[in-house]
């Protein structure tokens, strides 16, 4: 099953600033929840695991990332990323392209596209909710992107800034209770969207 999204993050922060986290692939990593990078094999090639709790399991993948290639005049990067859970059931692989942009004042934007395609347990999840989920855990993203970016307005480096850094140890898992919760809520929003719709 293969899902498409588009995002697009304010940053209250200057171009240079969200490039400086942007085009550090490990200070990216510790930015998305649950994800760590485990090993550098060299400037473009990456290992590295990714937990998600749902409930009482937990689901761990292990993966690659592999920067496909990096632009600092247009400031953008084009990776490809892919995971396999420990039990062999599921599998995942993205391929994403983020960029830079000006945005008001003295802001920036950051905007990505990416493709991501499953196999597996999570292919049964259905694309609707596989959406959902994604776009939960991608503004999660975001708002740990805009806190590295702000925080070097005042000195701090993006690898080492507390107001991100996870707690030493293990990455926190994606709380998968939190996710379903709000997949629910949209089901059910959109539920009412349409007959409302329809009545009309």
């Not at 942007?22 to 994800?35: F, H, K, N, Q």
């Not at 995942?92 to 392209?97: E, V």
């Not at 293990?170 to 969207?193: D, H, R």
């Amino acid at each position: 099953m293969q899902v498409n999204l588009e995002k697009t993050f304010t940053i209250d922060a200057p171009v240079t600033n969200s490039w400086q986290v942007l085009s550090d692939i490990e200070t990216v990593a510790s930015c998305m929840p649950g994800a760590e990078i485990t090993e550098k094999l060299d400037d473009n090639h990456y290992k590295g695991k990714v937990k998600a709790k749902v409930g009482p399991a937990t689901m761990a993948f292990s993966g690659t990332v592999d920067l496909l290639g990096i632009d600092a005049d247009k400031h953008e990067l084009q990776l490809t990323s892919k995971g396999q859970d420990a039990k062999g059931s599921s599998s995942a692989q993205m391929d994403l392209t983020a960029w830079i942009l000006d945005g008001d004042a003295d802001g920036s934007q950051l905007k990505g596209e990416a493709t991501v395609t499953v196999n597996g347990k999570l292919a049964s999840l259905g694309g609707r909710m596989l959406t959902q989920v994604a776009d939960q855990i991608l503004n999660q993203f975001g708002n740990n992107f805009a806190s590295k970016a702000t925080a070097l307005g005042a000195g701090a480096s993006p690898a080492t800034d507390d107001t991100t850094s996870q707690a030493a140890g293990e990455p926190q898992a994606i709380n998968g209770l939190a996710f379903a919760w709000s997949v629910l809520v949209g089901f059910i929003k959109s539920l009412f969207s349409k007959k409302k719709a329809n009545a009309n």
